[in-house]
C-alpha cells in the first residue's frame, strides 16, 4: 500500500538525549514535511524539504535537525538544545504541484522524561 | 504573515442533526487554497475539502460542504446529518498558491466536535 509511515508510535527518552523520529514515503513525493502539535494548538512547522539534499526551517527550527539524503526519508532529530520537546510529531508529504495536497502520517507521541 | 484562527475551542451536536466550524483566516495574498482536515482519536491527520481561492463556487464533498467568503476572509465547514464517526478535532489550514514545490500549510488551532447519540 502506498502511504507515509512513521515509526515508532510512541517514544520515550531522558532529557538531555537526542533522539531521530523516522518518517518514510512510498509515493514517489518530492517535498516531505515535519510538524509539531501540542495541547490545544494547531501544527506548526518545523522543517520542509522539497527535494534530495535540500531542506528549509520552518517556523519552530531551533533544537531541531534534519536530513534528506533519499527521496523516500525524511528523519527529524530531537536534540537537547530543545526545550521542551514532548509533543506529538507529524510527518507529511506532497507531490509538489501547484495544486497538490498534503498527506500525512500516522504521527509519533515522544515523551521526554 | 498568514494566520488562521478558529474561535469555538468546542462544538457539540446531535446525531443526524447539522453542524457549522467557523475558520476565520488573515492575507494579503489573492491566490491560496484553504483546507479542513480531521484528526480522529487516532491523531491521523484526514483531509476532509479543500477549497481553491480563485473558485467562487463552494466546495462539496458528500455531507462536507464549505462557505468561502472570501472578502469576509472567512471559510466555514458544514457537516450535515452528523454521524458519530465524525467526532474528532477539526482543523482549518492555509497554503499560498504563489510557489510550486514545497507547500506550508497553516493551520488554525482546531475545534473539538462532539457528536451526541
Known amino acids: 500500500d502506498g502511504g507515509i509511515t512513521q515509526s515508532p508510535k510512541y517514544l520515550f527518552r531522558k532529557e538531555g538525549q537526542n533522539v531521530t523520529l523516522s518518517c518514510e514515503q512510498n509515493?514517489?513525493?518530492?517535498?516531505m514535511y515535519w510538524y509539531r502539535q501540542d495541547p490545544g494548538q494547531g501544527l506548526r512547522l518545523i522543517y520542509y524539504?522539497?527535494?534530495?539534499?535540500?531542506?528549509q526551517k520552518g517556523d519552530i527550527a531551533e533544537g531541531y535537525s534534519v536530513s534528506r539524503e533519499k527521496k523516500e526519508s525524511f528523519p527529524l532529530t530531537v536534540t537537547s538544545a530543545q526545550k521542551n520537546p514532548t509533543a506529538f510529531y507529524l510527518c507529511?508529504?506532497?507531490?509538489?504541484?501547484?495544486?497538490?495536497?498534503?498527506?500525512f502520517g500516522p504521527g509519533t507521541r515522544l515523551t521526554v522524561l | 504573515a498568514q494566520t488562521v484562527t478558529q474561535s469555538q475551542p468546542e462544538m457539540s451536536v446531535q446525531e443526524a442533526e447539522t453542524v457549522t466550524l467557523s475558520c476565520t483566516y488573515d492575507?494579503?495574498?489573492?491566490?491560496?487554497?484553504l483546507f479542513w482536515y480531521k484528526q480522529p482519536p487516532s491523531r491521523q491527520m484526514i483531509l476532509v475539502i479543500r477549497?481553491?481561492?480563485?473558485?467562487?463556487q463552494n466546495a462539496t464533498e458528500n455531507r462536507f460542504s464549505v462557505n468561502f467568503q472570501k472578502a469576509a476572509k472567512s471559510f466555514s465547514l458544514k457537516i450535515s446529518d452528523s454521524q458519530l464517526g465524525d467526532a474528532a478535532m477539526y482543523f482549518c489550514?492555509?497554503?499560498?498558491?504563489?510557489?510550486?514545490?514545497?507547500?506550508?500549510?497553516?493551520f488554525g488551532q482546531g475545534t473539538r466536535l462532539t457528536i451526541n447519540p
Open positions: 507529511a508529504s506532497n507531490s509538489g504541484g501547484l495544486t497538490d495536497t498534503q498527506y
Open positions: 492575507t494579503s495574498e489573492s491566490d491560496y487554497y
Open positions: 524539504s522539497q527535494i534530495v539534499n535540500d531542506f
Open positions: 489550514a492555509y497554503r499560498s498558491a504563489t510557489f510550486q514545490g514545497a507547500q506550508k500549510l497553516v
Open positions: 509515493l514517489n513525493h518530492d517535498a
Open positions: 477549497q481553491e481561492a480563485y473558485k467562487q
